[in-house]
Every structure is written in C-alpha cells, then in structure tokens.
C-alpha cells in the first residue's frame, strides 16, 4: 500500500503561483510513476503532469511552460511549481501514484492505483 498526502493549495490572483506537495508514504518500488491531476465539479478528472522513478516527465499541453513536476527522492515526495496560473486552473489538485514506468496513457485516471485526498486551487481574476 502506497499513501499519499498532498499539501500546498490556496487561493491566488491570476498570474501568481502555488507549489503543491504530495508525500508517498508505504510500500516502495524502485519503478512507479507518479501524477498531478485537477477534477472540476461535474466534469472528468484531467492529468497535469506525470513524473516516472527515471526523473522523465509529461505534461498536458494546457500547462506546458507554466507547471513542472518535480520530485525529491531522498524525501519520496513529488511537487507540482505552478507558475502564470490562470483562472481555468482553478481545480482540486489530487497526486496519484502507480507501481510501474509512465507510459502513454499517463493522463488516464484509470492508469493509476494509489490516490491523495486532493488540496484545492483557486485562481482569482
């Protein structure tokens, strides 16, 4: 079993940024990946970043050049740099993880067996 625990959601005004934090706690694999998604009330969850055990990353065109996933092995935590947030960013933010590589379907929530219980983002106008 792998836990997660996410931290560091706000509220912030267009154009600022927020740094959100998930720490994996539990059993451990020298092989996962591990992802950022936001949901919107009625509408599917999204993936924002992903990030595999080998440091490479994915990114939904929506936040390219604005988010990076991060992670810092010693802590096994994964971050999430926002930066020119916007206010369609506006979303609960949840970390996920799954034992294995990221593949093509990283954006897929299905992918993905461990969930946080997710931090809200608020992005004012």
């Known amino acids: 079993q792998v836990q997660l625990v996410e931290s560091g959601g706000g509220s912030v005004q267009a154009g600022g940024s927020l740094r959100l934090s998930c720490a994996a706690s539990?059993?451990?694999?020298?092989?996962?990946?591990m992802g950022w998604f936001r949901q919107v009330s009625g509408k599917e969850r999204e993936g924002v970043a992903a990030?595999?055990?080998?440091?490479?990353?994915r990114y939904a065109d929506s936040v390219k050049g604005r988010f990076t996933i991060s992670k810092d092995n010693a802590k096994t935590w994964v971050y999430l740099q926002m930066n020119s947030l916007k206010p369609e960013d506006t979303a609960m933010y949840y970390c996920?993880?799954?034992?294995?590589?990221?593949?093509?379907?990283?954006?897929?929530?299905?992918?993905?067996?461990?969930w946080g219980q997710g931090t809200q983002v608020t992005v004012s106008s």
């Open positions: 996920a993880a799954r034992i294995g590589p990221c593949v093509g379907v990283w954006y897929r929530s299905l992918y993905y067996t461990y």
């Open positions: 539990g059993s451990t694999s020298s092989s996962y990946c």
């Open positions: 990030i595999d055990s080998d440091g490479v990353t």
